[in-house]
């Protein structure tokens, strides 16, 4: 049985897809349509105590858009500690803000392609002793 707090965590999570933000769309519409190293992400991930705007799980990267409000200092210090977390629990932060988006989506493709973990491929043949 689900504990109270995942519960309110996951129904947070579903109202926050409902209700993305313009900047979340746009990148979430190239997420799902071009494959990154065929990363799938998945949008409002709930980790832990914490909602990840996209998140990878197979290579355990999350995503984050920043808008304005992102730059308080009560908001820069709540980032900072939701940072840090998600990092202690193994997850590496890209953070973007919404002008990167509307103006640069390449450079966040680029920057979020670059964290992702290269597909693996099977191991090259290499030769046994006595073969050349």
């Known amino acids: ?40 992400f998945r949008r409002q991930h709930p980790i832990g105590p914490y909602i990840a705007d996209f998140a990878c799980s197979a290579s355990k990267l999350v995503v984050e858009v920043d808008g304005a409000t992102h730059s308080t200092p009560e908001e820069l210090a709540y980032d900072a500690r939701r940072t840090k977390y998600l990092e202690q629990q193994g997850w590496a932060v890209v953070r973007v803000t919404n002008i990167d988006v509307y103006e640069n989506i390449d450079g966040v493709w680029r920057t979020t ?14 030769p046994t002793r006595g073969e050349d």
Request: no cysteine; glycine share 4%; aromatic share 4%.
């Open 113 to 126: 392609s670059a964290q992702l973990a290269p597909p693996s491929r099977s191991a090259p043949h290499l």
């Open 1 to 40: 049985m689900r504990k109270e707090g995942e519960f309110r965590v996951t129904q947070k999570a579903r109202a926050l897809r409902r209700n993305m933000t313009k900047a979340e769309v746009i990148l979430w519409e190239n997420l799902r349509k071009r494959a990154m190293n065929g990363a799938r």
